[in-house]
C-alpha cells in the first residue's frame, strides 16, 4: 500500500518552454500533497504545499506564478514549470499523506527535468 | 542554525558491525519523527517512525530524546544494501503546517564487504 507515482521520469525540454508533472496517490486518498525539488548532493527543498480543491502554499522564495500547482482531486496534483530555464533544471519528488490523518509522506519516485 | 542537524557521514561499516548515529532538531513542538533512506538518484523511503518509548523494526531501532532533542538510528548485523543516506525528518503539528517535513542533510552510510 500506500504507492505514489510520477509522471514522466524524466524530461528534457528546451528554455522558454513548459513541462507538467504528475503526481498521483495510486492507492489511497490524499487530502494533502507536497512538492519538493532536490539538487545534487543536497537536501529536499519544499517548494509548496498543496491541498485539495484549495490554493497551494508556497515557500519562501518559491515564485508561484513560475511554478503552477494544482489538486484537483484527492489522488492527483500537478506541478507546471512554467518557461523553464537551465536553473530550473533539478529533481522534482512529490509526496502524498493519507485523509485518514497519520503523519507519514510517501514519496514518488521523482521526475527528473533537464531544461536546455 | 538548522533546523534539524545531521552527520553527513560518511560512515564506512564493515559487513555485520553495528552503526548508530543521531540527528537533533531545533523546534521543540516538533511532534512527528521519521527516518527515511534514500539510495542515489531516488526518492526516499520511509524506513521507520520514531516513538517516544523507542522503537525496534528487525535490525534497526530509533530512539526519540525529547528532552535532548535527538533522534538516533541504530543498524545491527550491517549489510552491504543497507548502503545508502538516511534522511532524519521531522514534522510540525500540522494544524499549523499540515504536516511539513523539514530533513536533514542526511546521513551517508556505505557498508563495505
Known amino acids: 500500500g500506500a504507492v505514489v507515482s510520477q509522471h514522466p521520469s524524466w524530461v528534457i525540454c528546451k528554455s522558454g518552454t513548459s513541462v507538467k508533472i504528475e503526481c498521483r496517490s495510486l492507492d489511497f486518498q490524499a487530502t494533502t500533497m507536497f512538492w519538493y ?3 545534487p548532493k543536497q537536501s529536499l527543498m519544499l517548494m509548496a504545499t498543496s491541498n485539495e480543491g484549495s490554493k497551494a502554499t508556497y515557500e519562501q522564495g518559491v515564485e508561484k506564478d513560475k511554478f503552477l500547482i494544482n489538486h484537483a482531486s484527492l489522488t492527483l496534483s500537478t506541478l507546471t514549470v512554467t518557461s523553464a530555464h ?20 510517501y514519496f514518488g519516485p521523482g521526475t527528473r527535468l533537464t531544461v536546455t | 542554525r538548522k533546523e534539524v542537524e545531521q552527520d553527513p557521514g560518511p560512515f564506512n561499516v564493515p559487513e555485520g558491525a553495528t552503526v548508530a548515529f543521531n540527528c537533533t532538531y531545533s523546534n521543540s513542538a516538533s511532534q512527528s519523527f521519521f527516518w527515511y533512506r534514500q539510495d542515489c538518484r531516488k526518492e526516499p523511503k520511509l524506513l521507520m517512525s520514531v516513538y517516544s518509548s523507542g522503537n525496534e523494526d528487525g535490525r534497526f531501532t530509533a ?19 543497507d548502503s545508502a543516506t538516511y534522511l532524519c525528518v521531522v514534522s510540525l503539528d500540522e494544524t499549523d ?8 542533510a542526511g546521513t551517508q552510510v556505505v557498508v563495505t564487504p
Open chain 2, 97 to 104: 503546517s499540515w504536516g511539513k517535513f523539514q530533513f536533514g
Open chain 1, 37 to 39: 525539488r532536490q539538487f
Open chain 1, 86 to 105: 537551465p536553473e530550473d533544471s533539478s529533481f522534482y519528488i512529490c509526496s502524498a499523506r493519507d485523509t485518514l490523518g497519520a503523519a507519514e509522506q
Open chain 2, 63 to 81: 530512539q526519540l530524546n525529547r528532552a535532548s532533542q535527538y533522534i538516533s538510528l541504530l543498524i545491527r548485523d550491517s549489510k552491504l544494501s
